[in-house]
């Protein structure tokens, strides 16, 4: 079993920052790519920002240039510090990871439970 937990969400004043954290614990064998995504009610689930093993990052358009990933390979933890918040900012974030559990099983996506981000305008 693996498990996702998320922290760091929270309220903040529009152009002020937050830091999300994510640890991934548990039977981990190897962790490919690692992220965050956000939602609103009534909308898809959607990339905000994800990092692979080797540092390569991708980045939604809305958050280049204010929103920064980051990640610990050893200790199987990632982190979104994101400045200069918008009121559109305001989701649940979810943290994700695509993780294999042993050499011999597929790998798989397992999601954080979420941690609301609201900006204030």
């Known amino acids: 079993q693996v498990q996702l937990v998320e922290s760091g969400g929270g309220l903040v004043q529009a152009g002020g920052s937050l830091r999300l954290s994510c640890a991934a614990s548990?039977?981990?064998?190897?962790?490919?790519?690692m992220g965050w995504f956000r939602q609103v009610p009534g909308k898809q689930r959607e990339l905000v920002a994800s990092?692979?093993?080797?540092?390569?990052?991708n980045y939604a358009e809305s958050a280049k240039g204010r929103f920064t990933i980051s990640r610990d390979s050893v200790k199987n933890t990632v982190t979104l510090q994101m400045n200069d918040l918008e009121p559109e900012d305001t989701a649940l974030y979810f943290c994700?990871?695509?993780?294999?559990?042993?050499?011999?099983?597929?790998?798989?996506?397992?999601w954080g439970q979420g941690t609301q981000v609201t900006v204030s305008a």
């Open positions: 548990g039977t981990i064998f190897f962790t490919y790519v």
């Open positions: 994700h990871a695509h993780i294999a559990t042993s050499g011999d099983v597929a790998s798989d996506d397992y």
């Open positions: 990092i692979t093993g080797g540092g390569m990052t």
